[in-house]
């Protein structure tokens, strides 16, 4: 019954607000490592928005603005941790949010 639930895939929500110093070709690098992890992990990725440059209700990391990018996808429950896990550690992701849909 275990195996079952680790092979299923769960729906989430992922905001990711990425530092406005960041050029175009590295935000599509930042996302597109994003997208890899997930698809490379047996997971699916309904969409990618991007709504661009938003300010920030206040400063993270003496930044006043921020890339937001909003990636709706389906993963298997286990691998989220280390998905949050490489968000923290990445120096151009200011903050991140991800968020399960589905039970």
């Known amino acids: 019954m275990v195996v079952q639930e ?3 895939l ?3 929500e992922l ?6 110093e960041v050029v175009d070709e590295a ?3 930042v996302i597109d490592n994003v997208s890899r992890f997930i698809t490379e992990n047996g997971g ?3 969409s990618v928005e991007r709504w661009g440059k938003r300010r920030l209700a206040y400063p993270i990391k003496h930044f006043l ?3 937001y990018v909003l990636t709706r996808f389906q993963l298997r429950p286990k691998l989220d941790k280390e998905l949050e896990a490489g968000l ?3 120096e151009e992701v200011l903050r991140h949010l991800l968020i399960r849909l589905s039970s």
Do not use: F
């Open 27 to 29: 935000l599509d690098s």
């Open 10 to 12: 769960r729906d989430y």
């Open 6 to 8: 680790d092979k299923q």
């Open 15 to 20: 905001v990711v607000i990425i530092s406005p």
């Open 88 to 90: 923290q550690i990445s």
């Open 44 to 46: 699916t990725i309904s």
């Open 65 to 67: 603005e921020g890339n």
